[in-house]
T-cell receptor
Framework: QKEVEQDPGPLSVPEGAIVSLNCTYSNSAFQYFMWYRQYSRKGPELLMYTYSSGNKEDGRFTAQVDKSSKYISLFIRDSQPSDSATYLCAMSAMDSSYKLIFGSGTRLLVRP | DTGVSQDPRHKITKRGQNVTFRCDPISEHNRLYWYRQTLGQGPEFLTYFQNEAQLEKSRLLSDRFSAERPKGSFSTLEIQRTEQGDSAMYLC?????????????FGPGTRLTVT
């Protein structure tokens, strides 16, 4: 079993919809949680990061962390065709390296 | 701030050849990471540097792989005697010198194809 599980999709929604992307994890040592967006054949782009539990909002994006359930979410409001990409969740423990453990990514398609 | 850069962007090589990739981190970022990503998977950690010191290596990093970061600036990743299983995207990320070191910024990656 992987440390971080993420539904691969694809998830297809109409333009303007609210998108919900989720990850579950098994390692209770994870303290930092990140969401990256990756377009085809490009490097991951950092969207949001949060520490421990709670919510964080940035424009159309909201990240939620529920450590008691080992569950994190990313919500995208008013989705646009330009949001079509693969979304990767990543997490890190408070160890010396802060290396990231990634989910396998969810492919999102926003239809015009 | 020009971001993390990687060179080359794409490398095609024959099995058994050696290849070397370069990563230039964001200036003044003291931590540098290498990850490998295969199709349909998330990136997997390979190794990381704090300044010029290589402090952790993944079990994925076989003895055919070597990484350096001379003078704590750019880094190189060399793969000797390449195998078809080495075909992947090799990603570099850098992280700033902050109290809570968890933001990692990725470069565009080097796509390696071993024929």
């Amino acid at each position: 079993q992987k440390e971080v599980e993420q539904d691969p999709g694809p998830l297809s929604v109409p333009e303007g919809a609210i998108v919900s992307l989720n990850c579950t994890y098994s390692n209770s040592a994870f303290q930092y949680f990140m969401w990256y967006r990756q377009y085809s054949r490009k490097g991951p782009e950092l969207l949001m990061y949060t520490y421990s539990s709670g919510n964080k909002e940035d424009g159309r994006f909201t990240a939620q962390v529920d450590k008691s359930s080992k569950y994190i979410s990313l919500f995208i409001r008013d989705s646009q065709p330009s949001d079509s990409a693969t979304y990767l969740c990543a997490m890190s423990a408070m160890d010396s390296s802060y290396k990231l453990i990634f989910g396998s990514g969810t492919r999102l398609l926003v239809r015009p | 701030d020009t971001g993390v850069s990687q060179d080359p962007r794409h490398k095609i090589t024959k099995r058994g050849q050696n290849v070397t990739f370069r990563c230039d981190p964001i200036s003044e970022h003291n931590r540098l990471y290498w990850y490998r990503q295969t199709l349909g998977q998330g990136p997997e950690f390979l190794t990381y540097f704090q300044n010029e010191a290589q402090l952790e290596k993944s079990r994925l990093l076989s003895d055919r792989f070597s990484a350096e970061r001379p003078k704590g600036s750019f880094s190189t990743l060399e793969i000797q005697r390449t195998e078809q299983g080495d075909s992947a995207m090799y990603l570099c990320a850098s992280s700033p010198r902050t109290l809570f070191v968890y933001e990692q910024y990725f470069g565009p990656g080097t796509r390696l194809t071993v024929t």
